[in-house]
Nanobody
Framework: QVQLVESGGGSVQPGGSLRLSCAVF????????MGWFRQAPGKQREGVAAISTGGGTTYYADSVKGRFTISQDNAKNTLYLQMNSLKPEDTAMYYC??????????????????WGQGTQVTVSS
């Protein structure tokens, strides 16, 4: 049984930083495409960042390029999202997701078939 467990969310002031973690059980992340998605109230879930099989290539939404960094630790089977220079518009529930095949487009949520329960990120002064 595949289980993804996010942690690291919280409340932070604009300009602050957070690091999200996603521990994965029952699945080897080095053999999957992994992604971070977010969903704000009243909005659709959107792709934020993704990392290819083995971690060789990373992908980012334009809205987070230069501020967010996706990475993975294969030994710990854990995915991370380092978020810097946070803005109020980054406020959302953040989810990690996995798929065994390359999603097309890579930040589309439709091809990811395993999801975590989410962790809330709130950016406010």
């Amino acid at each position: 049984q595949v289980q993804l467990v996010e942690s690291g969310g919280g409340s932070v002031q604009p300009g602050g930083s957070l690091r999200l973690s996603c521990a994965v059980f029952g699945y080897t992340i080095s053999s999957a495409y992994m992604g971070w998605f977010r969903q704000a109230p009243g909005k659709q879930r959107e792709g934020v960042a993704a990392i290819s099989t083995g971690g060789g290539t990373t992908y980012y939404a334009d809205s987070v390029k230069g501020r967010f960094t996706i990475s993975q630790d294969n030994a710990k089977n854990t995915l991370y999202l380092q978020m810097n220079s946070l803005k109020p518009e980054d406020t959302a529930m953040y989810y990690c997701a996995a798929t065994p095949r390359r999603p097309l487009p890579v930040l589309s949520r439709y091809d990811y078939n395993s999801w975590g329960q989410g962790t809330q990120v709130t950016v406010s002064s």
